[in-house]
T-cell receptor, first 116, second 117 residues
Framework: AQSVAQPEDQVNVAEGNPLTVKCTYS??????LFWYVQYPNRGLQFLLK??????LVKGSYGFEAEFNKSQTSFHLKKPSALVSDSALYFC??????????????FGSGTQLTVLP | NAGVTQTPKFQVLKTGQSMTLQCAQD?????MSWYRQDPGMGLRLIHY???????DQGEVPNGYNVSRSTTEDFPLRLLSAAPSQTSVYFC????????????????FGPGTRLTVL
């Protein structure tokens, strides 16, 4: 079965510094990978996805993610963090057809705190 | 567009009580789903639906029922609440592509925080 691991429960970074939120995955076949963000008291929002092609994927709010097949990783990055980026970030992988849909399997989440 | 709406926002139940969490979307999405979010466990899929009249079980379906009589609505019923069902519940929807709906870009509601005493 497919899975994702987010090894860090909490990441702290100073405003203006680059940030990285780590994710590794396990899946049979070609990986379809995603990042979602959850702001306080809100539902999750789609941030970006990797399906195929360029290993560097650009998404919303200046975020990007780097796909590395040999390391089975899909780390989320941003060159310069903002206080408003503070949120809970989830990595996800799409599974094979099961039942009547292909589902996403979410990681446990990483709380990002950007310090002013 | 209101997007995905959920009611209530908060609910406290006693063990054994039943209730229905409401979910509605106005984007004409075929696919809808319910997740529960627990600390350190991410989101786990409870039930989902690929269209009106069609429902299927997810990873943690026990203790929950769903129905899909219209495209817009997808209520989640707790039959006999247990403390283990204390969680935050999210409804989500997405459009469908092809034989298997694309669940890649899901739109989430604001959540219902449920406490079972």
């Amino acid at each position: 079965a497919q899975s994702v691991a987010q090894p860090e429960d909490q990441v702290n970074v100073a405003e203006g510094n680059p940030l990285t939120v780590k994710c590794t995955y396990s899946v049979s076949g070609n990986p379809y990978l995603f990042w979602y963000v959850q702001y306080p008291n809100r539902g999750l929002q789609f941030l970006l996805k990797y399906i195929t092609g360029d290993n560097l994927v650009k998404g919303s709010y200046g975020f990007e993610a780097e796909f590395n097949k040999s390391q089975t990783s899909f780390h989320l990055k941003k060159p310069s963090a903002l206080v408003s980026d503070s949120a809970l970030y989830f990595c996800a992988v799409r599974g094979p057809p099961s039942g009547s849909a292909r589902q996403l399997t979410f990681g446990s989440g990483t709380q990002l705190t950007v310090l002013p | 567009n209101a997007g995905v709406t959920q009611t209530p926002k908060f609910q406290v139940l006693k063990t054994g009580q039943s209730m229905t969490l409401q979910c509605a979307q106005d984007m004409n999405h075929e696919y809808m789903s319910w997740y529960r979010q627990d600390p350190g466990m991410g989101l786990r899929l409870i039930h989902y639906s690929v269209g009106a009249g069609i429902t299927d079980q997810g990873e943690v379906p026990n203790g929950y029922n769903v129905s899909r009589s219209t495209t817009e609505d997808f209520p989640l019923r707790l039959l006999s609440a247990a403390p283990s069902q204390t969680s935050v519940y999210f409804c989500a929807s997405s459009y469908s592509i092809g034989t298997f709906p694309s669940t890649d870009t899901q739109y989430f509601g604001p959540g219902t925080r449920l406490t079972v005493l």
